[in-house]
């Protein structure tokens, strides 16, 4: 357990749909990060919060992702207008540890797109 | 950007024998530099990590050792067992971005 949660777990859509998947650390952690990881590849940045401030964002975070963490603590990853290329393991990662570099990743949600 | 290699994808080793995984850099301003292990439908989990200011650390089976100046960082497992079989990754963080930089991994598999 690495003290966040992600919700939910798989999800399944079709190609055209509207998805969010939420991430919520157990305790508060100022630094929320979002990763996607596609079968056989390493994880790869999507961006980062410090706080409600949304300080990094890749390019692969085209204009149909959106995220947010309006309070700070649960964040939320919203996919628009999803494609069969969607397809992926959204995961949700927290700092923990003694000099806060450390990436904890939560189970992550699995999206399938038809 | 940081682009970070990764080699052998895949590595098969006798149970109780040493596995080494490599991994080289590109941005020379990247300062952090962790090892995740990743069971079948499980999520990344970190076992190791080493920054810039350090060449080697070890804990217990697992150490890492870092190079700067030829900007590569290997994963060293000894005494290797079945449990042990994964895919691992290595990554890099630039230094003033909290971004990671995944390598594609390595398969290892122990065989008893």
């Known amino acids: 357990d690495t003290g966040v949660s992600q919700d939910p777990r798989h999800k399944i859509t079709k190609r055209g749909q509207n998805v969010t998947f939420r991430c919520d650390p157990i305790?508060?952690?100022?630094?929320l990060y979002w990763y996607r990881q596609t079968l056989g590849q390493g994880p790869e940045f999507l961006t980062y919060?410090?706080?409600?401030?949304?300080?990094?964002k890749s390019r692969l975070l085209s204009d149909r992702f959106s995220a947010e963490r309006p309070k700070g603590s649960f964040s939320t990853l919203e996919i628009q207008r999803t494609e069969q290329g969607d397809s992926a393991m959204y995961l949700c990662?927290?700092?923990?540890?003694?000099?806060?570099?450390?990436?904890?990743f939560g189970p992550g949600t699995r999206l399938t797109v038809t | 950007g940081e682009n970070v290699e990764q080699h052998p994808s895949t590595l098969s080793v006798q149970e109780g024998d040493s596995a080494v995984i490599k991994c080289t850099y590109s941005?020379?301003?990247?300062?952090?530099f962790p090892w995740y292990k990743q069971e079948l439908g499980k999520r990344p989990q970190l076992i190791i990590d080493?920054?810039?200011?350090?060449g080697e650390k070890k804990d217990q089976r697992i150490a890492v050792t870092l190079n700067k100046t030829a900007k590569h960082f290997s994963l060293h497992i000894t005494e290797t067992q079945p449990e042990d079989s994964a895919v691992y990754f290595c990554?890099?963080?630039?230094?003033?971005?909290?971004?990671?930089?995944f390598g594609k991994g390595t398969k290892l598999s122990v065989i008893p």
């Open positions: 919060f410090q706080n409600e401030a949304q300080l990094e």
């Open positions: 305790s508060e952690h100022n630094r």
């Open positions: 080493i920054r810039s200011n350090v």
């Open positions: 990662a927290i700092p923990r540890g003694e000099g806060r570099y450390e990436q904890y």
């Open positions: 941005d020379s301003a990247s300062n952090y």
């Open positions: 990554a890099g963080q630039r230094a003033g971005s909290y971004q990671l930089t």
